[in-house]
């Protein structure tokens, strides 16, 4: 078992940042892959960022270049830092895990993670 629970949403103009947390827990915390999800209303959850040993991080275009995903194994704690927001970036973010082997690109597919945090809404004003 991997629980999960985000923390660090909230409201924000575009063009400023938010920092957002995964606390995880579970005895397979230090063997899973760590993803970041975001789902609008209305829309489909779509793939945000990923991070595994081996390859390290990857990100949706949309994001890359101002979102940064890193993991603290000490603490068991994934953050994903937002810059230069805009309001396309509204969504209901989620943390996700799975303990499964997979091949990289399967890293952007929601439906590879065993395990989600409960989400944190991002909001982007104006």
């Known amino acids: 078992q991997v629980l999960l629970v985000e923390s660090g949403g909230g409201v924000v103009q575009a063009g400023g940042s938010l920092r957002l947390s995964c606390a995880a827990s579970?005895?397979?915390?230090?063997?899973?892959?760590m993803g970041w999800f975001r789902q609008a209303p209305g829309k489909e959850r779509e793939f945000v960022a990923a991070i595994r040993d081996t390859t390290g991080v990857f990100y949706a275009d949309s994001v890359k270049g101002r979102f940064s995903m890193s993991r603290d194994y000490k603490n068991s704690i994934v953050t994903l830092q937002m810059n230069s927001l805009n309001v396309e970036d509204t969504a209901v973010y989620y943390c996700a895990a799975t303990e499964r082997r997979i091949i990289n690109s399967a890293l952007r597919t929601s439906t590879s993670y065993k395990y989600w945090g409960q989400g944190t809404q991002v909001t982007v004003s104006s």
């Open positions: 579970g005895r397979s915390f230090s063997s899973s892959v």
